[in-house]
């Protein structure tokens, strides 16, 4: 089952993933995507490995962004590929055919492309400018997802897409009207004063 409410980790102000992944999972959150940049892969299988943990905890999912082998090593839900990272058929021989994977799009021939390489779900964005992806794709805003998901709906395809990429609570609304089937969440959860309140929220308007 693919979680309509997901959270992209952000480190905390002091450089802790795992910090701000605890306080999430403390306040509800049942989908986690580690995303960790500039770091190698050794580092980034440490860190999710103290991430699967904390989400057994809690009982939620982990996600790994990128690093297949990390995925599989950790012992992870699933692994997320961008469109510059190894092929899902690729990453499938690496982690097997129970593992989650997702795939990143940008236009509707990503959608498209990723539905045909067997993706179990497809992070669209983004949304709107963010800070925490360097080389953004071009930028879809609501105009862009009504017209990609009429597009998926015209075509037949099913397939969950979630929404991301500098996503806020005003904006959930919005894109679930579009036809998303869930949204993807980074800094409006990280460093959030009410954390718990706003994960309410955010449940709230998906649920």
Request: with cysteine; net charge neutral; charged share 20%.
């Amino acid at each position: 089952m693919i979680d309509r409410l997901q959270y992209i980790s952000q480190a905390t102000r002091d450089g802790n993933h795992l910090d701000a992944i605890e306080e999430v999972l403390d306040s509800g959150g049942k989908w986690i995507q580690l995303r960790i940049k500039n770091q190698t892969e050794e580092q980034v299988l440490k860190t999710a490995i103290e991430a699967r943990f904390l989400c057994e905890r809690y009982g939620a999912k982990l996600i790994v962004n990128d690093y297949p082998l990390v995925a599989k090593k950790a012992g992870c839900s699933g692994v997320h590929l961008g469109l510059q990272d190894l092929s899902i058929a690729e990453a499938r021989k690496i982690v097997g055919p129970e593992m989650i994977i997702g795939g990143t799009a940008n236009t509707f021939e990503h959608i498209l492309q990723r539905h045909q390489e067997g993706a179990d779900y497809i992070g669209l964005g983004p949304y709107r400018f963010t800070n925490t992806k360097q080389n953004l794709s071009p930028i879809i805003g609501l105009p862009g997802y009504k017209i990609l998901m009429k597009g998926v709906h015209e075509a037949g395809l099913q397939i969950p897409i979630v929404a991301i990429g500098g996503i806020e609570i005003t904006d959930v609304n919005a894109l679930l009207n579009a036809g998303v089937y869930g949204v993807a969440v980074s800094g409006a959860l990280t460093n959030q004063n009410d954390l718990a309140a706003k994960m309410n929220q955010l449940r709230s308007l998906i649920i």
